[in-house]
């Protein structure tokens, strides 16, 4: 597999929707519709100066799969910048790197959790023109720290942080990062809604079709995901795409840390489960095109979603921005 790959999905152009409808015709469950099992469904704000009228019919989606340096963020900040020229990516696409992106799967917050990693991100985002999805360490409101996966625009503006609802039990405890309690949908990004997800938070079904009834058009999950349990990684990621007929853009990493070897596998996935691009275990950017006209077409077609029982609880409220 090539540095640079590029895979594109040649179906008909998007028909654009109300924002707050829901997916592909279905109601957005707003709050107090306790009926879809979503009590608190917030609609925040639009993108500052985006304009839904004419947005693109196809999101570009570029992966960065790279071996993480051990905490040490101009390390990997260079690695980046140069991986991102050499596949010269054009504007208006979206970058989406590793869960904890410039540090690595590293427990020690003292060392990580700083505001170089945002400040950083701004800066890919207006030098290339992209949206960048970035994961870092950061201080919460409580005095612990949160893994998150910021969302910046292509001018460089913050537009919002989700945090990981699930840290990883055996390695990522309570004393380093707190979980979060919040899905966050992410209004206009690129021309679609975007809900992103970090690494374990794949292997939790119920987060996914939340996120998929009030309205998600794709999910982003950033990883730091063991080779070990690699088959896990793309067998979850290419259901998660199927039973929530939502497209699923997973990210991880490469390499080593002094916990685990990874194994890579980026991959994205159409909402049908078509795999559009997938990585093998060597440094890459993965490029590919999700068509959202397609997946708004396989559910009319197939239409699973409107055929769910809203019988269930979802474990954490919803956010939009």
Not at 125 to 134: D, L
Not at 178 to 202: E, M, V
Not at 221 to 237: G, I, K, S
Not at 290 to 312: C, E, T, V
Request: hydrophobic letters at 40%.
């Amino acid at each position: 597999m090539s540095k640079s790959e590029s895979v594109s999905n040649t179906h008909p152009a998007r028909v654009e929707k109300n924002p707050i409808a829901g997916c592909c015709g279905y109601p957005a469950r707003l709050s107090g519709d306790r009926s879809s099992g979503v009590e608190h469904l917030v609609v925040v704000q639009e993108v500052a100066g985006s304009n839904p009228v004419g947005r693109p019919s196809v999101m570009r989606v570029h992966l960065v799969q790279f071996d993480i340096a051990w905490e040490d963020k101009p390390t990997n900040w260079g690695k980046v910048e140069s991986m991102l020229q050499d596949a010269a990516v054009e504007a208006g696409g979206v970058i989406v790197l590793p869960e904890l992106g410039d540090v690595g799967f590293s427990m020690d917050v003292n060392q990580t959790a700083d505001d170089r990693s945002q400040a950083w991100a701004a800066s890919l985002a207006n030098q290339t023109g992209c949206w960048v999805v970035h994961g870092w360490a950061q201080h919460s409101d409580t005095g612990t720290c949160e893994n998150v996966a910021g969302v910046l625009t292509p001018n460089g503006t913050l537009q919002g942080v989700a945090t990981k609802l699930h840290p990883f039990s055996l390695i990522e405890g309570g004393e380093s990062y707190q979980a979060g309690n919040t899905l966050k949908i992410f209004r206009d990004i690129a021309g679609t809604n975007l809900c992103p997800l970090i690494c374990y938070d794949l292997r939790f079904p119920e987060v996914f079709r939340a996120a998929s009834l009030a309205g998600a058009d794709c999910f982003v999950v950033m990883a730091n995901w063991p080779a070990v349990r690699l088959e896990h990684w793309r067998t979850l990621a290419i259901a998660r795409a199927i039973e929530n007929q939502t497209a699923v853009i997973a990210c991880n990493r490469t390499g080593t840390d002094p916990n685990f070897t990874y194994g890579g596998g980026s991959l994205v996935v159409a909402a049908d489960g078509q795999v559009l691009a997938e990585a093998g275990e060597e440094s890459t950017i993965l490029t590919a095109e999700i068509d959202f006209q397609a997946q708004l077409a396989w559910r009319g077609a197939f239409p699973a979603l409107g055929d769910a029982k809203p019988h269930w609880q979802c474990p954490a409220p919803i956010a939009w921005h």
